[in-house]
């Protein structure tokens, strides 16, 4: 690793021990809205500043932005590299105690960029313990983070060749035709459902059991409901970097460039023998 995106990834990682810590006494709401329209919780709000504020003290990182502000903070000085975050996905799991993460996507262009400008990217997993995944240089990592210590638990981590779990957010009634009768199909094979609201969770059981996680179009709202920049397009290179692929439907996620910092996209990732499908399935 260069310095400056090992020192993003540190400080992510001692960050998630703060924001852990301090989830229990944050479970309320902060009378605010994101700029994507959505309710933010107090613990929103924090996670945002603390990365915000130690994100831009690096050397290397000229600009911030993130799912809860609504647009690009820049540092004192000119870094190189530009770090997209989702503070803390699927908030909404706060209430009912269940699993939420900390995406972050690091690029060589200013935001908003292409996914081809994604040079590291890496999630939290707030779970039963506490998990961080960074993909770069080809490969990715799993780390254990127990307070502020980090230690490897899995070198080179790669999906399972046999899918076995699948989940698709969006009510049902509201999916398209096409993608109906695609999840009709993949269901005859036997795969399992699991689906928890926190995409960071539901990704890493993907990553974990091979399989296929998205949040489709739906008729009423073709674009989906989560972020290019700051979710489908990390998720995707973790998951693309670990032998799967990624999908906004047509093509992969990397390949998308946002017109804005919060724009929303269809998201597909998982085992690449699914997602293949699924494009058939939707052209
Ligand atoms: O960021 C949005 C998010 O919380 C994702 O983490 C999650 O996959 C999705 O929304 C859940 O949405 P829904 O509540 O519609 O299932």
Known sequence: MTDAIETVFETVATTAA???????????????????????LAADVYADEL????????????????EERDGVVEADDAGQYHVACDPLDGSSNLQSNNGMGTIVGVFDES????????????FVLYGPITTMLVARGGTVTEYLLDGEERSVLTEDVAIPDDPVVYGFGGRIPDWTDQFRSYVDDIEADRLKLRYGGAMVADV??????????????????PEGKLRLQFEGHPI????????????????????????????????????????????????
């Open 18 to 40: 703060d924001v852990r810590g301090a989830l229990a006494e944050r479970r309320a709401y902060a009378d605010a809205e994101n700029p994507s329209g959505e309710q933010q």
């Open 51 to 66: 990365l915000e504020e130690r994100l831009l003290a690096l050397d290397g990182v000229g600009s911030y932005a993130s």
């Open 111 to 122: 935001l908003p960029a292409p996914g081809s400008a994604l040079v590291a990217s890496g």
């Open 204 to 221: 890493n059981q993907v990553i974990t059991y091979g399989g296929i996680f998205g949040y489709p179009m739906l008729e009423e709202r």
């Open 236 to 283: 995707a290179h973790v998951i693309e970097t670990a032998g799967g692929a990624s999908s906004n439907g047509t093509q992969s996620l990397l390949d998308c460039d946002p017109d804005g910092l919060h724009e929303r996209t269809p998201v597909f990732v998982g085992s690449e023998s699914l997602v293949d499908r699924l494009e058939s399935a939707l052209s």
